[in-house]
């Protein structure tokens, strides 16, 4: 079985949920837990086996104003040079009856996949 490799950059404003995300997806995280994730500095890779034959060469860029300024001028060549998917994350603000059922629903969500 031959392996591809996909370069996937997770980007977004400081406190967006990007390692949040990629903690409950790929690392079998449940939402509580990701509570005691703290900021990314500056880049986090990692691989992650997907699909069978996929390999995701995921890019977890911290969120700081710093880090993206440097994202977009010092680091581009670096950042975006092999850059397949682009995931950008936002944050929303929920009404606080949707916010106590919503790690219930992820998990219901994950769950049925």
């Known amino acids: 079985m031959t392996l591809c490799s996909l370069q996937v950059l997770l ?13 409950i997806i790929f690392a079998n995280y449940i939402a509580r837990d ?13 691989h992650v086996r997907f699909l069978g034959n996929l390999v995701l060469n995921l890019w ?12 977009f001028t010092s680091q581009r060549d670096n950042i975006f040079r092999n ?3 682009l995931q950008q ?4 603000k929920l009404h606080s009856m949707c916010t106590m059922h919503t790690e219930t629903n992820i998990q219901k969500i994950l ?3």
Do not use: P, W
């Open 11 to 23: 980007m977004g404003k400081s406190g967006s949920g990007k390692t949040s995300m990629r903690s």
């Open 34 to 46: 990701t509570r005691r994730l703290g900021a990314t500095i500056d880049v986090e890779h990692s």
């Open 60 to 71: 977890d860029c911290g969120g700081q104003d710093t880090f993206m300024e440097n994202y």
């Open 83 to 85: 850059v397949e998917v």
């Open 89 to 92: 994350i936002m944050k929303t």
């Open 111 to 113: 769950k049925s996949m």
